[in-house]
Nanobody, 125 residues
Framework: VQLQASGGGLVQAGGSLRLSCAASGRTFSSTAWLRQAPGEDRDFVAAIRWSGGSVYYTYYADSVKGRFTISRDNAKNTMYLQMNNLKPEDTAVYYC??????????????????WGQGTQVTVSS
């Protein structure tokens, strides 16, 4: 099982980026994005739970609600994070993660068993 994150980069405040996380080896129903700034804990950003068919549930940290959108394409086994109106405080390494169906929407990094390698997002002021 592998998770491959991509799409990070350097952007000015107010700009946008879209992160991707491609999974191989299996399909997960519970996936999430978390981020870690230097010297900080790994924090929850957003999660998405697929309940079958076209039914999805999404969860967001208060700090990104209204600016970030999490989505997934099951045909491509890929999860996305569209980030708009980026702020300097969004600067961090962003990790995609996956876990069992029971962790759906969990905000705790300890609940996710599989992790991507991380992609750096830097927002300049």
């Amino acid at each position: 099982v592998q998770l491959q994150a991509s799409g990070g980069g350097l952007v000015q405040a107010g700009g946008s980026l879209r992160l991707s996380c491609a999974a191989s080896g299996r399909t997960f129903s519970s996936t999430a994005w978390l981020r870690q700034a230097p010297g900080e804990d790994r924090d929850f950003v957003a999660a998405i739970r697929w309940s079958g068919g076209s039914v999805y549930y999404t969860y967001y940290a208060d700090s990104v609600k209204g600016r970030f959108t999490i989505s997934r394409d099951n045909a491509k086994n890929t999860m996305y994070l569209q980030m708009n109106n980026l702020k300097p405080e969004d600067t961090a390494v962003y990790y995609c993660a996956a876990g069992s169906p029971t962790v759906a929407g969990s905000r705790s990094s300890a609940d996710y068993a599989y992790w991507g390698q991380g992609t750096q997002v830097t927002v300049s002021s």
